[in-house]
């Protein structure tokens, strides 16, 4: 593929990099419109919710990835610490960007879900051109496989493991991203919708997300081949989160709904 967009000199503009920053652009193109239904009342606090996404999200995701793909304090525990071409943990960037909106939503006195409703409809596609970026990095690689849409990596730059390269793997960075845009639609036609239309409560597009997203990433980790796993659960460390992740999803549009119920009773 291509890890390396173009050069300019001695400056290399990553793929990976690119195709976030042009996720990220396309994100704030929806949230800035909804600036005030998001609860923001200045154009300071909107770019003080892009400062907050992209620290939390970055903090978040390099952390985890530090601690599930690297040996503390080894040479690629600081290679990827300060790496600006790897080294990003979605699930990470999850539990990074909630805490840094729960943050947020505290010092702008804004309601959290209402908040969180609006951060995560553009979220799947963000994270599709992710996922686009590490389809042409290589990381993130498939199991070999013998289908026909079968992928096969050679540049010796790409982060596909070494023993992979020259074999058809499974796509599995495409796989996530078309169900990551297949999310992102739902998310945007009917379940934002359904809210503002105060059809369902405030909560229910994050819960919406993390359920989807985890059922999602659930099933793509069977097609991965850079898992780590637990042992003796049969499960990879991605599908444990991703347990706990609907759960969260489940308990937090209970919440919700029951919050919203409370306060319609006479």
Do not use: K
Request: hydrophobic share 50%; with cysteine.
């Amino acid at each position: 593929m291509h890890p390396i967009l173009f050069q300019l000199g001695p400056l290399g503009v990553y793929s990976y990099g690119a195709s976030i920053a042009l996720g990220g652009v396309l994100s704030c193109l929806f949230w800035r419109p909804r600036r005030e239904r998001m609860g923001l009342r200045s154009e300071d606090d909107f770019w003080l919710l892009v400062n907050v996404l992209l620290f939390s999200a970055f903090i978040g995701g390099r952390l985890l990835f530090l601690a599930e793909y690297t040996r503390p304090f080894s040479r690629e525990f600081w290679t990827s610490l300060v790496s600006l071409s790897r080294g990003f943990s979605i699930m990470g960037a999850f539990l990074g960007v909630t805490t840094g909106l729960w943050w947020l939503s505290r010092r702008l006195a804004t309601p959290l879900p209402r908040l969180l409703d609006y951060v995560c409809v553009p979220m799947p596609l963000w994270h599709a051109f992710g996922r686009l970026g590490c389809f042409m990095a290589g990381c993130c690689f498939g199991r070999p496989s013998d289908l026909s849409w079968a992928v096969t990596f050679r540049d010796p730059r790409s982060m596909v493991a070494p023993a992979l390269l020259g074999r058809p793997l499974h796509p599995a960075q495409l796989y996530e991203a078309v169900g990551d845009l297949l999310i992102a639609g739902v998310l945007y036609y009917w379940v934002l919708p359904a809210v503002e239309r105060s059809r369902q409560p405030r909560g229910t597009v994050v819960a919406a997300y993390f359920l989807a997203y985890a059922t999602l990433r659930f099933i793509t980790e069977f097609f991965r081949g850079d898992v780590v796993r637990m042992p003796g659960l049969g499960m990879t460390a991605a599908q444990g989160l991703s347990v706990l992740m609907a759960l969260a999803a489940i308990g937090i549009y209970l919440y919700v709904r029951r919050r919203a119920q409370a306060c319609t009773r006479p």
